[in-house]
T-cell receptor, first 113, second 114 residues
Framework: NAGVTQTPKFRVLKTGQSMTLLCAQDMNHEYMYWYRQDPGMGLRLIHYSVGEGTTAKGEVPDGYNVSRLKKQNFLLGLESAAPSQTSVYFC????????????FGPGTRLLVL | AQSVAQPEDQVNVAEGNPLTVKCTYS??????LFWYVQYPNRGLQFLLKYITGDNLVKGSYGFEAEFNKSQTSFHLKKPSALVSDSALYFCAVRDDTGFQKLVFGTGTRLLVSP
């Protein structure tokens, strides 16, 4: 099992460009999450999904969109990147009654110039 | 709203000495508390959790955490630190509104010196 994988590992964008971050999990988990990690702020939840075809806003959703067309994939989109979106993005997944035990991907480092 | 606080940005300890990483919580009901660890250039990994029961919770890699209701604390401990324990440690609490998502603290960097 690969667990949770994220693509790409690192990306540099110019302000106003768009991109999509891909998260894939092979554990058949119902729940998937996108977080951003910034120094001194810990992890903040951007969006999450409780199942295929459903998504919901987290703590900091502005400027991001998500889609979960397949159970194993959770996409995070930036339509018009801003320097404030420079961050490390983590995807996670979990399942069942133990959904607080989340499995994290290795992260995507994004730099917006 | 549920929240956790990690008062120390960094903790330094010598290898072989006991370590403590502090966490305090604020909840409106019963606390569901967690510790996660992040090694360099990796995602977070689950260490342990407190739901109910024994105040001393044992987790992975020899770590344990002590739940103290009167002090609203959930400190992470290990009797003898290893250099390989050097990492970023996050305390988290389950938010019991809506989806019951996790709310993470700001993290504490643990540095274990040889």
């Amino acid at each position: 099992n690969a667990g949770v994988t994220q693509t790409p590992k690192f990306r540099v964008l110019k302000t106003g460009q768009s991109m999509t971050l891909l998260c894939a999990q092979d554990m058949n988990h119902e729940y998937m999450y996108w977080y951003r990690q910034d120094p001194g702020m810990g992890l903040r939840l951007i969006h999450y999904s409780v199942g295929e075809g459903t998504t919901a806003k987290g703590e900091v959703p502005d400027g991001y969109n998500v889609s979960r067309l397949k159970k194993q994939n959770f996409l995070l989109g930036l339509e018009s990147a801003a320097p404030s979106q420079t961050s490390v993005y983590f995807c996670a997944s979990s399942s069942g009654v133990r959904r607080e035990t989340q499995y994290f991907g290795p992260g995507t480092r994004l730099l917006v110039l | 709203a549920q929240s956790v606080a990690q008062p120390e940005d960094q903790v330094n300890v010598a290898e072989g000495n006991p370590l403590t990483v502090k966490c305090t919580y604020s909840v409106s009901g019963n606390p569901y508390l967690f510790w996660y660890v992040q090694y360099p250039n990796r995602g977070l990994q689950f260490l342990l959790k407190y739901i109910t029961g024994d105040n001393l919770v044992k987790g992975s890699y020899g770590f344990e955490a002590e739940f103290n209701k009167s002090q609203t604390s959930f400190h992470l401990k290990k009797p003898s630190a290893l250099v390989s324990d050097s990492a970023l440690y996050f305390c988290a609490v389950r938010d019991d509104t809506g989806f019951q998502k996790l709310v993470f603290g700001t993290g504490t960097r643990l540095l274990v010196s040889p």
